[in-house]
């Protein structure tokens, strides 16, 4: 009754696909949920225990805006061996989760009518905080036959005097493709040819397989003036509840970034950014564990999708998700997942949710043991077949 006092951006925000089928998964028993992009694996130990005693010892208060000082300083020499080096704590600042991190520099940087050109397939959240940011969403399309890599070409057609910013994924969620090298130094150009900034949401950059190497516009000649670097210890250290990112990039425009955040979080939990720097401080091989694990996944799941009745898939670069088509199957992803759901209780999300681009396709997150991915991918071609 009282929806119509809601302002009108917030009633226009359509619900994520994503936890619409998390909910609905819930209505079942013995479901394999290959849904939402919440790794199984739980914060190491050594993080938990040493976030609990930092905790005891008095790490309860307030700390400043822009971070506490020790965990600046040692995220600060974690990024620089890949980011050129030349990082300060001015260039750096903590946020609630890296969800935290958009929505402040999206806050930072529209004013009402701004543009941002998005590539598509997109995480669906980047619509919402957009439109609540007074931004206005230019797709930018990409197809299966190019493996979803967006075009440099496809990013000039859309850009008008209003365009302020392009965002990246790369990484991407929900495809896990990789944006080339080559195009990437191509759209940097396009960048400074239209004095446009860049938000790159690079929060899957520790996910990058078969030896490939991460890489970032934020690297090429003349883009570290004009990129917000978006990263998280959710996905890579195994810390999603801990609501714990970060934003990097010229000391200008984080300066405004932390303007918006002060007044909306005032800071991130301390206890959080306390066990933010023990994630730091642990061996390599404890997170590279991680990273290889994603990577056999992603083996198992490409493998069992090449092999079903009228499915098509490309082989992800990085990331935890795979994007198969299901054109050949059904001219409706929504009603698919949900049968899916209801006849062999395995959840997936339909890809109309993340753009127009993804429509023919359903994202699996590859969140699950090995032996839940097996069975869940069993089933699935089970239900393929039947539908062929």
Same mark, same amino acid.
């Given at each position: ?8 951006? !917030? ?26 992009? +919440? ?12 976030? *609990? ?8 208060? %307030? ?11 040692? *995220? ?6 890949? %980011? ?17 991190? =958009? ?7 529209? $004013? ?7 590539? +598509?397939? #997109?995480?669906?959240? %980047? ?76 929060? %899957? ?12 516009? #934020? ?5 570290? +003036? ?84 009228? !499915?098509? !898939? ?10 198969? /088509? ?9 009603? &698919? /997942?949900?049968?899916? =759901? ?9 890809? /109309?949710? &993340? ?16 032996? $839940? =991915? ?12 039947? *539908?062929?």
């Amino acid at each position: 009754m009282q929806e119509k006092k809601l302002c009108r951006t !917030v009633r226009q925000v359509e619900p994520s696909p994503i936890r619409e089928m998390f909910t609905k998964a819930t209505e079942y028993e013995n479901v394999i949920s290959l849904g939402i992009g +919440e790794p199984d694996f739980h914060t190491p130990a050594p993080v938990s225990q040493s976030a *609990l005693e930092d905790a005891l010892a008095g790490y309860t208060h %307030y700390t400043a805006s822009q971070g506490q000082p020790e965990l600046l300083d040692a *995220l600060t020499a974690y990024l620089n061996p890949n %980011y050129g080096g030349e990082l300060k704590r001015e260039n750096i600042m903590l946020t609630v989760g890296g969800m935290g991190a =958009l929505v402040g520099s999206f806050r930072a940087i529209f $004013d009402p009518g701004d543009e941002i050109i998005v590539p +598509e397939p #997109y995480f669906p959240a %980047y619509k919402a905080m957009i439109a609540l940011s007074d931004g206005v969403m230019v797709n930018a399309r990409t197809t299966f036959e190019d493996g979803f890599t967006v075009k440099p070409e496809e990013i000039e057609r859309r850009i008008t005097p209003k365009t302020k910013a392009i965002l990246l994924n790369s990484p991407n969620n929900p495809t896990g493709a990789m944006i080339p090298k080559e195009d990437l130094d191509q759209i940097a150009e396009l960048v400074k040819k239209h004095d446009l900034l860049v938000i790159s949401d690079e929060v %899957y950059d520790r996910f990058v397989f078969d030896n490939q190497k991460h890489d970032s516009i #934020y690297n090429r000649p003349g883009m570290a +003036e004009r990129t917000l670097v978006i990263g998280s210890f959710s996905k890579a250290f195994a810390m999603t509840g801990w609501r714990l990112g970060w934003v990097f990039g010229p000391k200008e425009l984080i300066a405004g970034v932390l303007k918006v955040t002060t007044f909306y979080t005032s800071c991130p939990s301390s206890v959080s950014q306390r066990a933010g720097l023990a994630a730091l401080n642990q061996p390599e091989e404890t997170w590279l564990e991680i990273s290889r694990a994603f990577e056999k996944r992603r083996d198992i799941a490409y493998e069992a999708l090449s092999a079903m009745d009228g !499915v098509k !898939v490309h082989k992800p670069a990085g990331s935890f998700y795979i994007f198969p /088509s299901i054109k050949e199957l059904t001219d409706d992803t929504l009603a &698919f /997942s949900l049968e899916l =759901l209801d006849k062999k209780q395995v959840v997936v999300v339909p890809g /109309s949710g &993340f753009g127009p681009s993804g429509t023919d396709c359903v994202r699996l997150a590859c969140t699950v043991s090995e032996k $839940d =991915l097996t069975l869940a991918l069993e089933k699935m071609a089970d239900f393929c077949k039947a *539908l062929k």
